[in-house]
């Protein structure tokens, strides 16, 4: 079997909730280190893919696989352990610890606390010292010891994002990381995100097209179910069947924006 070339890959992959079929024999090959913007209309299915990817469903048939391992039907947890994060929002963090002990709690989740007791304390150094690093990738230092709780959002975003690579996963998930922020701070947000996924694959589900092309190598647009188009942003914004399907008035938007 080929597949290991790729970071991820779906092949043929369908999910049925009832009779409805609303992942339609959807295929993908994402390499290592590209960052990939998943975007299409509203129900296509974009968000049901990354439930399908980070295994909080089960696929009703095809593949799904990591590095060329399969993880369809497998736990999130396993799916995690693994090497897939996907951040879970605002939800992921702690409110009434620091910055740090969020960061910390990542890493040791991260290592799977089913280990002993002297195992931990042998870790919990590394994972100090790992959180320690997280903090200054994320550029909260100065909000160390805050709680999370007290933070802004765009820095309760941006701990999310800490959380989320804490673990040294290859592949990351962000579902719509930018949404509910400013301009400026969407700015920062994207290279804050380019910063940390640098040779890590990424993949985002998102609506805002300056951050589609912002920040991805490559788009898959997902109509009805289907990946219909998987290419660079210049390739699908030239793509005649994108354009027919959903792209032409938003590319408009967003080059118009751009200038
Ligand atoms: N658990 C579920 N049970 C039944 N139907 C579901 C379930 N989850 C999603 N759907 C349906 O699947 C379709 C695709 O939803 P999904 O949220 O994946 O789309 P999306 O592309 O992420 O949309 P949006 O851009 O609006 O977030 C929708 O019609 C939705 O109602």
């Known amino acids: 079997m080929s597949g290991t070339e790729y970071a991820l890959e779906l092949r ?8 409805t079929e609303i992942i339609r024999g959807a295929n993908l090959a994402v390499r290592p280190g590209e960052r990939v913007a998943v975007i299409g209309p509203n129900g296509a299915g974009k968000s049901t893919l990354f439930n399908l990817v980070s295994g909080r469903f089960e696929p009703t048939s095809g593949q799904v696989l990591l590095h060329g391992q399969r993880i369809d039907g497998r736990k999130p947890y396993e ?12 939800t992921n963090i702690f409110p009434k610890l620091s910055v740090f002990e969020n960061l910390r709690c990542g890493v040791l989740w991260s290592l799977g606390y089913r280990y002993t ?31 999370a709780v007290n933070l802004t959002y765009a820095e309760q975003r941006a701990l999310e994002i800490g959380i989320t690579i804490g ?8 579902d719509e990381p930018t949404a509910g922020m400013s301009k400026s701070e969407t700015r920062r947000f994207i290279e804050l995100i380019k910063e940390v996924t640098v040779g890590k694959t990424l993949l985002t589900v998102e609506h805002d097209m ?18 219909i188009a998987f290419d660079t942003p210049e390739n699908v914004r030239a793509n005649a069947r994108v354009q027919e399907a959903y792209l032409g008035s938003h590319i408009a938007d967003a080059q118009a924006g751009a200038h």
Do not use: P, T, W
Request: avoid cysteine; charge should be positive.
């Open 167 to 174: 673990g040294g996963a290859g592949v990351i998930l962000l």
């Open 12 to 19: 043929d992959l369908r999910k049925s909730f009832g009779k």
């Open 210 to 227: 300056g951050v589609v092309f912002g920040l991805a190598d490559k788009i898959a647009v997902v109509v009805y179910g289907e990946v």
């Open 117 to 147: 007791f002297f195992k931990f304390l042998a870790d919990l150094e590394d994972a100090n010292e790992r959180a320690e690093q997280l903090l200054s990738q994320i550029h909260l230092e100065r909000k160390r010891d805050v709680l």
């Open 79 to 90: 799916i995690n352990r693994m090497g897939l994060s996907r951040s879970f929002q605002i």
